[in-house]
């Protein structure tokens, strides 16, 4: 094996000769096979063992074990030791999940640190089939079933192209040691389910390397993966909009593409999103629908849906809420930047600030989110208009009227900010005190 994984690095994996690298290495069989092949051909590594903390004094041994490898190895090696369970619950995420989170953020931060350039772990054949049989019960797409990738930025997976019996074999004809983790027989993790019971009994009852077939399905998954992902380049040019508050799809250029739902999914997958039939479903939907993910948000506005990060601050400021202004004030930074300043003279107006006749204010004045049923009287109007018609005939998006706040006095609406100010209070020639109210827009 040695030989032919030469010469894999050399086809395939030619910078791991000349990078510094750090190897995960748990103890097992995989790492320490991997480690003693780097070793044999030449490589620069260090290893780095995470200890989860999860198997008691076993999992302590794990870590001895690891440093007397690196030892006999004469390679640096670098451990740390997590409460994995208490992380698991602090996240609410499974134990597994966490202990991913936990050993990848680790080994960047490692990486950072040490000057080290690419990781490696020891993946192999075997792990790629269980991943594809997990996301295909989990229904992850055709992303999911392209399998382990061997190579990801930084991350590498030299290993991928041998199997778990080409592993064991090389390392008991090489006569080494290795750590069995008790936790691999148990079948309560669903990845060890899948290994025991469903992966030993197919590779039985297949015909033929069921291992190399997988691997040459992969191969074309991969393939289809890259024309889909050209193609929605394509996609993103005609259907999407860049913008200051993140992206709009129209949906009129989606709906004349063909198998306009996968085309969403492609688009909103990297976001989050897992409520497919209710993002198809916004196509259609009235104005003002919503759905949700983590960090991000889907807003159904006329023909369009636009995408933007989610907002902290909405949940701390309701709509209701008001901020006062006591009379002398000079500046306000919360909720919104407003300068207060005493004028002589009046300049060109502009959206981002108005000038009021200061003897008609009554204090204190207030901000606060526009509200429906809201009325003004437009500067240089006779009349009064809703808030709300105000809007539609500005032509102004859901995403736009959620961010107006205005400024009253006494109830009665001063200014819509950066907007409009009201024609009940502009200056006049009666006028003897004028101030001038500036909005500095949060960037």
Not at 270 to 298: M, N, V, Y
Request: aromatic content about 10%.
């Amino acid at each position: 094996m040695e030989k032919k994984f030469e010469r894999h690095i050399d086809a395939k994996f030619p910078e791991l000769k000349s990078k510094k690298i750090v190897l995960a290495c748990s103890g097992g069989v995989d790492s320490i096979a991997l480690s003693h092949l780097l070793k044999r051909i030449g490589c620069d590594f260090a290893l780095a063992h995470c200890n989860f903390s999860l198997r008691g004094e076993e999992s302590d041994e794990d870590e001895t074990f690891v440093i007397d490898w690196a030892d006999r190895l004469s390679v640096a090696v670098f451990t740390e030791t997590f409460d994995t369970k208490a992380y698991a619950k602090e996240q609410k995420v499974s134990t597994q999940m966490a202990a991913r989170d936990l050993r990848y953020e680790w080994f960047s931060q490692l990486m950072v640190d040490t000057h080290y350039e690419v990781l490696v772990t020891a993946h192999h054949a075997d792990d790629a089939l269980e991943t594809i049989l997990i996301n295909l019960s989990r229904g992850t797409g055709l992303r999911g079933l392209s399998g382990i990738p061997d190579k990801e930025v930084t991350i590498m997976r030299p290993l991928l192209a041998f199997t778990k019996d080409e592993v064991l074999t090389y390392a008991k004809k090489e006569n080494l040691y290795w750590r069995e983790d008790s936790s691999n027989a148990s079948d309560d993790y669903l990845r060890n389910e899948i290994r025991n019971q469903v992966i030993q009994p197919l590779k039985k009852a297949a015909k033929g390397d069921l291992l190399q077939a997988v691997q040459r399905t992969q191969s074309h998954l991969r393939q289809s993966q890259a024309l889909i992902e050209d193609y929605m380049a394509l996609v993103y040019n005609l259907a999407v909009t860049e913008n200051f508050d993140g992206y709009t799809l129209h949906i009129d250029k989606l709906q004349e593409l063909p198998n306009t739902k996968a085309i969403l999914y492609e688009l909103l997958h990297p976001f989050g999103f897992t409520a497919w039939e209710d993002i198809s479903e916004l196509l259609t939907a009235q104005s003002g629908k919503q759905i949700f993910s983590d960090s991000f948000r889907l807003l159904k506005d006329r023909n369009v849906i636009l995408l933007t990060e989610r907002d902290e601050n909405d949940d701390e400021t309701d709509a209701r809420d008001t901020f006062l202004v006591e009379k002398g004030v000079k500046q306000i930074t919360h909720p919104i930047a407003l300068k207060f300043s005493p004028i002589g003279k009046i300049g060109n107006p502009t959206t981002t600030e108005i000038v009021v006749d200061a003897d008609l204010l009554k204090y204190p004045l207030e901000v606060r989110k526009w509200r429906e049923g809201d009325v003004f009287q437009p500067f240089g109007m006779s009349g009064k208009k809703k808030l709300s018609k105000y809007f539609k005939d500005e032509k102004l998006s859901l995403l736009a009227k959620e961010k107006i706040w205005v400024l009253t006095s006494n109830d009665t609406i001063v200014w819509v900010i950066g907007h409009r100010a009201d024609d009940r209070f502009k200056v006049t020639p009666k006028t003897k005190q004028k101030l001038q109210i500036t909005y500095t827009p949060s960037v």
